[in-house]
């Protein structure tokens, strides 16, 4: 039988968790003072909102399912329904993380590689949540 070799995960290639929470952590330092995202996030659940974006990130990057065992099937698009996320948001929200995987990268913490795909996949992420056209 032929074996077809799976691809290591990224996770495989971090620092695991602690990987993310820092990704998590310099990404809502931004989100929270952010005039467009700032007002979205629950302020009395900030800690809350930080687990659950860091966890089902180790969990998409192929790290333990936590996520999943605890929030059950992502369905992202449905959970941010009830957010107005239209191009600025859209924006806003990429632009944060961008800057937050590229330090990781300046820090030599990913490859090249691995930060455009997390580039790729942020960027493709964020443009399906949206789900308010621009009015102005
Ligand atoms: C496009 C702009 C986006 C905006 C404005 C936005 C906003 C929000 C807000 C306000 C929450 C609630 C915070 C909480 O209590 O957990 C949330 C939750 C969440 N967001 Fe986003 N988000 C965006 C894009 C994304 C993207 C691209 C991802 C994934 C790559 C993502 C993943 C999540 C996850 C995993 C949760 C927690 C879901 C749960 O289990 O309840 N978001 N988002």
């Known amino acids: 039988m032929v074996k077809i070799p799976l691809e290591q995960p990224l ?7 602690a990987f993310f929470e820092r990704l998590v952590d310099r990404f809502y330092a931004a989100v929270v003072v952010d005039p467009y995202l700032g007002p979205l996030y629950p302020a009395d659940d900030i800690d809350g ?3 659950r974006l860091t966890l089902f990130l180790v969990q ?3 790290g333990p399912t936590t996520y999943g065992d605890t929030r059950g099937h992502p369905r992202l698009r449905m959970r941010h329904a009830g957010f107005e996320i239209g191009e600025a948001e859209r924006e806003a929200w990429f632009r944060h993380m961008a800057i937050s995987v590229g ?11 691995d930060e455009a795909r997390m580039l790729s996949y942020f ?3 964020a443009a399906h949540m949206v789900n308010v056209a621009e009015t102005d």
Request: cysteine-free.
């Open 103 to 113: 330090v990781a990268f300046e820090a030599g913490e990913i490859s090249e590689d």
């Open 49 to 51: 909102a930080r687990e």
């Open 123 to 125: 960027a493709m992420a």
């Open 60 to 62: 998409y990057w192929g």
């Open 11 to 17: 996770f495989d290639r971090v620092d695991g968790v």
